[in-house]
């Protein structure tokens, strides 16, 4: 099986270097000291600063594994050739929201960027995916948990 494919914008590459940079840097070292502080206090059969400190490791540890994985794999865009034709990755999509009646900017990108709760959506999510390709003026209709949203493509931009 071949390895996924990350698209990412150059600034989600950049988030993603300072998070894995942080996390060998400070956050190991802050780990690497509670164990040392938890393992003082004995008996580790009921220590629980050791296990909880043990567990942080493991969690800190798959994620820069992850980031790695993440980075290695990162097919960054260049965002000046990103049309303003087509929704892609990378795109601000201004759409008018049927469900709401209301108009809302949705920022294109990979699934390693998302971050919905600052309108930030990854081209493999329902709405992204069905976006993604379309022009100005087109309605799309995505099928969500709640039901079917219809949007209509009000404006395509990039930074």
Same mark, same amino acid.
């Given at each position: ?44 059969? %009921?220590?629980? @600063? +050791? ?6 490791? $493991? ?6 594994? !992850?980031? *790695? ?32 009646? %209301?108009?809302? @900017? +949705? ?6 960027? $998302? ?6 959506? !990854?081209? *493999? ?35």
């Amino acid at each position: 099986m071949s390895e996924k494919k990350y698209i990412m914008t150059y600034e989600g590459v950049k988030k993603l270097e300072e998070e894995l940079e942080y996390l060998k840097t400070v956050k190991r070292k802050e780990i690497t000291e509670k164990i040392k502080v938890a393992l003082g206090y004995g008996d580790l059969s %009921e220590n629980s @600063e +050791y296990d909880e400190a043990k567990n942080e490791q $493991a969690f800190v540890e798959g994620r820069i594994a !992850s980031l *790695e994985n993440m980075l290695k794999n990162a097919s960054v865009i260049d965002e000046s050739e990103i049309s303003t034709d087509t929704v892609s990755v990378g795109s601000i999509v201004k759409v008018k929201d049927y469900e709401f009646d %209301e108009e809302v @900017e +949705y920022t294109i990108v990979g699934s390693a960027e $998302a971050d919905p709760m600052n309108f930030r959506i !990854s081209n *493999e999510s329902p709405v992204g995916n069905a976006l993604v390709g379309k022009k100005i003026g087109e309605v799309v209709e995505v099928s969500v948990p709640e039901g079917v949203n219809k949007f209509e493509i009000l404006g395509i931009r990039r930074d």
